[in-house]
């Protein structure tokens, strides 16, 4: 059985230098929500490396897809693009200034990998393990919120009997809040 569902996010782009900042900063966005902190750092550098590959070599265009998805205990970050040719980790010379994107990956990383998709392009991905157990979100997160019920007539009684009638300090909630990020 699984007790946590699948967290997913999907972010649609082109692979250029001004972009790859701004999903870096979407994707360490999405994993604080999902109270992951500690994975902020790998999985920033590791979508960055990534999306440096895309930018530098990929055929024939830059678009791609980043996605990141969270199940059980193991978070997957994984770029597909359109270009078919595989990538390869290479030895690179101790002064160069690139050419260790993948093996960084692999460094920082639980796994990693590439899955051909033919004449479609490929996906490139890492994993890396979650904080155990992952922390579970609550419904609908608001801070200093009292529940509230509604009966009939369209009058409502908070939950806890203290508070029957009605605090000075307390917030009334009646409709779920939302998030700006998807998740």
């Known amino acids: 059985m699984i007790s946590q569902p699948s967290r997913h996010c999907t972010v649609e782009l082109q692979a250029l230098p001004s972009r790859i900042g701004q999903v870096r900063r979407i994707v360490s966005a999405q994993l604080r929500y999902w109270h992951l902190d500690p994975l902020i750092d790998p999985a920033a550098l590791g979508v960055t490396e990534l999306l440096t590959n895309v930018h530098r070599h990929a055929q024939p265009d830059k678009m791609c897809t980043v996605e990141i998805e969270l199940l059980l205990d193991r978070l997957t970050v994984s770029v597909h693009d359109h270009d078919p040719r595989m990538p390869e980790v290479r030895a690179a010379d101790p002064l160069a200034t690139c050419g260790r994107g993948l093996a960084m990956i692999a460094a920082v990383s639980e796994s990693w990998g590439v899955r051909p998709d033919g004449p479609a392009g490929k996906t490139v991905w890492f994993s890396l393990p979650a904080p155990s157990p992952a922390v579970a979100l609550p419904a609908y997160p608001l801070h ?37 990020v998807v998740g």
């Open 144 to 180: 200093g919120a009292m529940p509230f019920t509604e009966v009939q007539g369209g009058a409502g009684r908070y939950a806890d009997p203290a508070l029957a009638d009605g605090p000075a300090h307390h917030t009334v909630v009646k409709t779920p809040a939302r998030s700006a």
